[in-house]
């Protein structure tokens, strides 16, 4: 679980300190709150969105390694955007940096935008992707190559060209004789991204949802999870229904479409089975209260344990 903040904030290491015990005193709660997580769930905060300010400052790497290193760690996960990853040149370079970072962060996932272009890029991809200078990095850092959906109207934004680019990403590994290299690429799901991209474009996003989770349920490792109403990635909490009355806004019945589907993604069942973590960022990009933010994660945590929160 986590927080994600940008990164034009003028004193950096506050920042870290104050959303590290932010997440941890949410993890605390959610804790009590639903017993069976309790193995599974860690504190962590998301930081990124290519400044890199946190990773380029030695003494800020040092504050967020104390996190994860404290009595009680809140880890510290890599986002990478931009409208050309993983195509933006000194993609590689930049992962040689980053790849051991995460490791030394205590994280196990990368997430990195897919483009934003609107026609098809997966010859590119595959070819930057599969570049044996890279596929080493990620071997030798053993972190989970989270490529994320996109919107805008965007060629990633769309579940039939996300199952064809891992079936051939999938394909291309098996020709190279990297095949063992396949579940090293994972997928981010951003919620907010998928319900802009549909309801901009005039499409039902609930089947192409159910055949998203269906389709690539194995390599969704990290979720990107909060509400808009399609018209924009607003980035805003969850809502609980409202007493006595019937919401069919468009806010709620997306909200309603993913919380109906997460459980098809099994996760608590996958946490940390594996040589990687499925990791759950709250993306809140508008004034939030304690409150809201921990009603927005039970309904989360209701979806993922098919109950409800035990207070």
Known sequence: MGAS???????????????????????????ADYPGIGKVLAPAV??????????????????????ANATEPA????????????????FREKMARLLPMCRRLGTRNITIHLPLDRDGTTPALLDEL?????????????????????????????TDHL??????????????GEGRMKEWFGMTFDCGHFFAQYCIAGRPL??????????????????????????????KCFE??????????????????????????DLAGRAREGEWDMVIVSEIAVPFTTDAYLAHSRLIFDAITGRPCKT
């Open 5 to 31: 903040i940008g990164l034009e904030e003028p004193e950096p290491e506050n920042i870290i300190r104050q959303l590290s015990a932010f997440s941890r005193e949410a993890a605390r709660v959610l804790v």
């Open 46 to 67: 998301q930081y990124g969105n290519e400044s890199d300010i946190y990773f380029d400052d030695p003494d800020l790497v040092d504050v967020l390694v104390s996190e």
């Open 75 to 90: 880890y510290a996960f890599v986002h990478q955007t931009s409208d050309k990853q993983p195509l933006k040149p000194g």
């Open 130 to 158: 599969c570049a044996p200078g890279f596929l080493d990095a990620v071997r030798k850092s053993r972190v989970s190559i989270d490529l994320e959906n996109n919107w805008h109207a965007s060629w990633f934004g769309f």
């Open 163 to 176: 199952i064809d680019f891992y079936a051939a990403l999938d394909k291309r590994l098996d020709a190279i």
């Open 206 to 235: 609930r089947p192409d949802l159910d055949r998203l989770f269906s389709a690539l349920a194995d390599r969704i490792r990290t979720l990107h999870l909060h509400g808009n109403d399609g018209t924009s990635d607003q980035h």
């Open 240 to 265: 609980p229904p409202p007493a006595g009355s019937v919401d069919t806004s468009a806010f709620r019945s997306n909200q309603q479409a993913l919380l109906t589907c997460l459980p098809a993604l």
